[in-house]
């Protein structure tokens, strides 16, 4: 089975702080996704890479950036959090198989910004 | 714009009842995923659809690519309280490695 891991479930941060948020897959998966869930919104892409090194703008980057150094680990980084950041932010990786290119998705972070 | 419309938004039913959720695009995908997402979870993949006409069976639920690759339905049949969940579908653009994701319908199966 896919194991996708974030490194935290809940996350309270204060506005201007530096946030990390980790993910990491085991499966050996070319692709890695970043996304936002909120309500009435649905899930929004904010940025992915498709290799190591490698990384595009989803639809809404801005305020976030990323690092992927590794294969197994993409990490999304709030350079200065601020409050309409809160939301829950969910990680996903796929094969990069191109036709049937299923995500997979870990279990997500929900991520609140005072 | 919102190139994958679900519906209904929100559906609850009783248990045992049958239910119908449909996915409809403008919009022709290389495949379609089906994912069902209980509160403070990700989302799980249920199923991918590639073929147009395919229909997947998966335990009580049914699921269908259209024709022309531009719409799918999911058909739980005699829905339980363990069905209860947000279920998204996701398209994958010919040449894309990004999802298109529609919003979501909530269901809520009442014992």
């Known amino acids: 089975d896919v194991k996708v891991t974030q490194s935290s479930r809940y996350l309270v941060k204060r506005t201007g702080e530096k946030v990390f948020l980790e993910c990491v897959q085991d499966?050996?998966?070319?692709?890695m996704f970043w996304y936002r869930q909120d309500p009435g919104l649905g899930l929004r892409l904010i940025y992915f890479s498709y290799d190591v090194k490698m990384k595009e703008k989803g639809d809404i980057p801005e305020g976030y950036s990323v690092s992927r150094e590794k294969k197994e680990r993409f990490s999304l980084i709030l350079e200065s959090a601020s409050t309409n950041q809160t939301s829950m932010y969910l990680c996903?990786?796929?094969?990069?198989?191109?036709?049937?290119?299923?995500?997979?998705f870990g279990p997500g972070t929900r991520l609140t910004v005072l | 714009t919102q190139l994958l419309e679900q519906s209904p938004q929100f559906l609850s039913i009783q248990e045992g009842e049958n239910l119908t959720v449909y996915c409809n695009s403008s919009?022709?995908?290389?495949?379609l995923q089906w994912y069902r997402q209980e509160p403070g979870e990700g989302p799980v993949l249920l199923v991918t659809?590639?073929?147009?006409?395919e229909v997947k069976k998966l335990k009580r639920l049914t699921f269908q690519f259209g024709d022309a690759r531009k719409d799918s339905s999911l058909h739980i049949t005699a829905a339980q309280p363990g069905d209860t969940g947000l279920y998204l579908c996701a398209g994958n653009r010919a040449g894309s490695y990004q999802l298109t994701f529609g919003k979501g319908t909530k269901l809520s199966v009442i014992p």
């Open positions: 996903a990786s796929s094969p990069g198989t191109g036709l049937r290119d299923e995500q997979f």
């Open positions: 499966m050996d998966h070319e692709n």
């Open positions: 659809v590639v073929t147009g006409g």
């Open positions: 919009s022709v995908f290389s495949s």
